[in-house]
């Protein structure tokens, strides 16, 4: 009976330090679509790191509504940075997409070009098109760009053609606030969306994604252990979140 017991401490022991490395160190998240194609792809597992914005309501979930607004020893987001989020429309759901708007910035796309502050960003037309999974459309052909944003940070993006979140009007980013755009910009709800994601406060960020530490592709099934391996991109395997 006592080793029983001991048994059951030591699993909670382990259990109270996972939850407390998840709160305050890092959280791992799977990616469900295709809004931030191609950098992340659906499947992808990655790692928010909790500490890099600081800590607010949304860094301890399910517990945020037990807690106070604000953030304690935060540091704002930098443009380009790869975000885990809860939208206010949807405080409930994790969303991940790029800080492309900062506090005060004018943001416009026109005829598929992002422009800041009345400026288009630098973007390069890179060739062949791609072939780009979405979950409720299936298959489709996009475009890759590269973006430079002002800052320098470069990334690819996908561009299928002339949507309606292609022409925007002109919108400035208010205080304490950010725009987020997802890199598969035709098939992204984003600041671009009022209704559903908006500006995003700073209080209700998560953290940045930094690693992808697995990934597998839609062939992979629990109830076929196997799977796991015949479906396990290893080209993705502790790649970077840039």
């Not at 305050?24 to 990655?46: C, H, K, N, W």
């Not at 704002?76 to 405080?91: H, L, Y």
Request: glycine content about 10%; overall charge neutral.
């Amino acid at each position: 009976m006592a080793v029983f017991w001991e048994n059951v401490r030591t699993i909670l022991y382990a259990l109270a330090l996972a939850m407390v490395l998840r709160f305050t160190i890092a959280q791992p998240f799977r990616i469900p679509s295709g809004s931030m194609q191609p950098t992340l792809e659906v499947g992808d597992y990655i790692v928010v790191t909790k500490w890099s914005y600081g800590y607010g309501r949304y860094s301890f979930a399910p517990l945020e509504g037990l807690l106070p607004q604000g953030r304690l020893f935060g540091h704002a987001p930098q443009r380009g940075d790869v975000v885990v989020f809860r939208p206010p429309p949807d405080i409930d759901r994790d969303f991940i997409k790029r800080v492309i708007g900062m506090p005060g910035d004018h943001i416009q796309m026109i005829d598929g070009v992002l422009y800041i502050n009345n400026q288009p960003v630098h973007r390069q037309r890179l060739g062949p098109t791609r072939s780009c999974p979405n979950v409720e459309r299936g298959i489709f052909v996009a475009t890759l760009y590269r973006e430079t944003l002002p800052n320098g940070v470069s990334y690819l993006t996908c561009d299928e053609g002339m949507t309606e979140l292609d022409n925007t009007r002109d919108v400035v980013v208010p205080a304490g606030n950010y725009f987020m755009m997802g890199d598969d910009r035709d098939n992204s709800a984003d600041s671009r969306v009022p209704g559903v994601v908006g500006f995003v406060p700073f209080e209700n960020m998560v953290g940045p994604a930094q690693i992808v530490v697995a990934s597998f592709d839609n062939t992979t099934s629990l109830l076929q252990p196997w799977t796991l391996f015949s479906g396990f991109r290893g080209d993705r395997f502790l790649k970077r979140v840039q």
